[in-house]
């Protein structure tokens, strides 16, 4: 039995009280929340998940003395307050559960799948989650009747298929048969078909063949999927499935209890205002029910808008919105086509008005003589003789 919790005390207490032999480890999401308080930096998170994926010694000790470098013996101290390694490290796992999960995502699903029953009464939420569990495991026993038992499982042959993809950059040096010697890069692992055990810590920690040793396989001409564990084998799924969950009526034909044994609700406080059904979200985690990126229309292709709402394309507001801005700097030669064509468009009305402003004035100078001329007319009009003053 497996269980990846968050790190709280009294859940822990309650674990080591209820099942003690069960395989707990912690989920490595909540403690990088709280490792990035103390620790902050994007060299420190790196460091942080590279010491806890780990799946070998070799790669743990390398990371640990890492962010011993960057951290300080403070670091130490906060994973040595964590306990043992098998709790968050993957190299410390145990390798008979072949399972390398450390996040609780696998919970939240099941919540989610619950749906609204989460919010009502305990007896009315574990009626929804044997429901749930009543078709899901007959479900899937029908489907793997049609599976033959010397075959793995649809999901672990896709598994296998794309690791197989990586097998490209290793290289294979047979020492005898079954033994082999897998070149990757600078990096050389030791592997052996006849033990299943790689020197990268992945193929024990999970059961399934890791690239070193597909490649392995494909130089002795072997099927990856013999090494694959028992674990993942049809026969194996089609026993996980073979008890089903029997109906049971509503509760009022339930069979009345004799005992007369009456279990009160705990006493609990009421908060202010109607209470949440929505699970706190992260800080930096995005809130349910806002877009996260803009909006596509399947129809047209445009951004801003969906198909109920197309109109063919684009509005002219958005058009408009669209339309490239020229930015001129004075210290930079913008030599574009949209900077020559305003340039000669501005020249052109330049030259328009300078024009219309000199036709003018040769107009308005044509209905009148020039300052000569007047004076010329004036002498002309002088009489030769002076008139005498009247008496």
């Known amino acids: 039995m497996l269980i990846v919790y968050s790190l709280y005390q009294g859940v822990e207490l309650a674990l080591e009280q209820v ?25 420190m998170h790196v460091l942080f998940w590279r010491a806890c994926n780990a799946s070998s010694a070799f790669t743990f000790r390398k990371a ?14 906060w994973f040595a307050d964590l306990g043992e390694q098998f709790k968050w490290s993957k190299h410390a796992f145990d390798p008979n559960v072949c399972n390398d999960s450390n996040t609780s995502n696998f919970v939240e699903s099941f919540n989610s799948t619950l ?14 989650i044997r429901r749930v569990c009543m078709v899901r ?45 897998i070149h990757e890069g600078r990096s050389q692992f030791p592997l052996s078909l006849n033990k ?18 597909i490649r392995a396989c494909i130089d002795a001409k072997l099927d990856p999927h013999d090494f694959v564990s028992s674990w993942y084998s049809l ?19 339930w069979p009345a209890d004799e005992s007369d044994t009456i279990i009160m609700p705990p006493k609990m406080n009421r908060g202010i205002g109607r209470p949440s059904r929505n699970r706190k979200r992260e800080e930096g985690e995005e809130q349910p029910g806002k ?26 507001k958005e058009l408009k919105s669209n339309e490239p801005v020229v930015i001129k700097n004075p210290r930079v030669r913008d030599q574009s086509n949209a ?35 007047a004076t010329v007319l004036t002498a002309s009009q002088l009489p030769s003789q002076p008139v005498p003053m009247s008496q």
């Open 235 to 253: 026969k194996t799924y089609k026993q996980a499935y073979s008890v089903c969950i029997n109906p049971i009526p509503d509760t009022q034909q």
């Open 339 to 373: 900077t020559k064509a305003a340039k000669a468009a501005k020249k052109s009305e330049e030259v328009g008005y300078q024009s219309a402003a000199s036709a003018k004035q040769a107009k308005g100078q044509k209905g009148r003589p020039s300052a000569e001329q």
């Open 64 to 77: 640990m003395e890492k962010l011993q470098k960057v951290g300080g013996d403070y670091v130490m101290c």
């Open 115 to 128: 749906g609204v029953n989460r919010c009502r009464p305990i007896l009315t939420l574990l009626e929804g």
């Open 291 to 316: 877009r996260s990126k803009t909006v596509k229309c399947s129809k047209c292709g445009c951004f801003g808008h969906n198909k109920t709402t197309c109109m063919g394309g684009l509005t002219g």
């Open 137 to 181: 495991i007959a479900t899937r026993m029908e489907n793997a009747r049609s599976w033959k038992d010397e075959d793995i499982t649809p999901k672990i042959v896709n598994l296998v298929k794309e690791i197989g993809k990586a097998t490209s950059k290793c290289r294979a040096f047979k020492s005898s048969p079954g033994e082999y010697e």
């Open 196 to 213: 299943k055990i790689c020197s990268c810590g992945a193929w024990h920690l999970t059961g399934v063949p890791c690239r070193h040793a």
């Open 19 to 43: 099942w003690p032999k069960a395989d707990r480890r912690f989920c490595y999401r909540h403690l990088s929340r709280n490792f990035k308080k103390l620790f902050p930096g994007p060299m």
